[in-house]
């Protein structure tokens, strides 16, 4: 089982409001990422992390930022939330490879999500 | 990523046996072949992922065509609680150890409908 929390699961705000979305791992995996997902749509990765103090954007531009200053904790913030950041916010997780076990490191462990309406 | 192609939907009745089909024709040999589903309202879960042998564990089958350009997932009974959208995603074996940021590239994936 896999020990990825996310918090909080539901979030309605007003337009303009600066806010931060909590993700939290108990497996000591160096990779951590951030994914954004509309209703009914494809997963997209926004931010990643290799390790403490290593950020890097994804796939889809984002307006939001993210920092990894303790390997266990991932946080995402929105520092303005307007209603086009509404979506579904899903944080995972995966261990770095054992380089002498081929095809270890490759599974992602994810959060439940939250899921963000701006207002 | 190389690119997966499956149905966007299917229906099962519980307790039968469901057989997810993809196609991955443009497959490279260092691809792993990983299957996740989403229940709904929950992020995805990984499900089983295999290379060229057919693979089993406690939650699915993987069986891998000997050309490796398609796979396909059996639930073995399905159950109520199957029923969520999976995700074929195939993933460099490389990716893992080497300079990518091991990246999932999820698609449409199959919605699967279980009836009571």
């Known amino acids: 089982e896999a020990d990825i929390y996310q918090t909080p699961r539901y979030l309605v705000i007003g337009t303009g409001k600066k806010i931060t979305l909590e993700c939290s791992q108990t497996?000591?995996?160096?990779?951590m990422y951030w994914y954004q997902q509309d209703p009914g749509m494809e997963l997209h990765l926004i931010h990643y992390?290799?390790?403490?103090?290593?950020?890097e954007k994804g796939d889809l531009s984002s307006e939001s930022t993210v920092s990894r200053i303790r390997t266990e904790h991932f946080p995402l913030t929105l520092e303005s939330a307007r209603p086009s950041h509404t979506s579904q916010y899903l944080c995972a997780s995966s261990e770095s490879p054992d380089p002498t076990v081929i095809g270890t490191g490759n599974i992602q462990y994810f959060g439940a999500g939250t899921r963000l309406s701006v207002l | 990523d190389a690119k997966t192609t499956q149905p966007n939907s299917m229906e099962s009745n519980e307790e039968e046996p469901v057989h997810l089909p993809c196609n991955h024709s443009t497959i490279s040999g260092t691809d792993y072949i990983h299957w996740y589903r989403q229940l709904p309202s929950q992020g995805p879960e990984y499900v089983i992922h295999?290379?060229?042998s057919n693979v089993n564990n406690r939650m699915a089958s993987l069986a891998i065509a000997e050309d490796r350009k398609s796979s396909t997932l059996i639930l073995h009974r399905a159950t109520l609680r199957d029923a969520a959208v999976y995700y074929c995603?195939?993933?460099?074996?490389?990716?893992?150890?080497?300079?990518?940021?091991?990246?999932?590239?999820f698609g449409q994936g199959t919605i699967l409908t279980v009836h009571p």
């Open positions: 295999g290379l060229t």
């Open positions: 497996m000591g995996h160096d990779k």
């Open positions: 992390s290799y390790g403490v103090n290593s950020t």
């Open positions: 995603i195939l993933r460099d074996v490389r990716d893992a150890g080497g300079t990518s940021y091991g990246k999932l590239t």
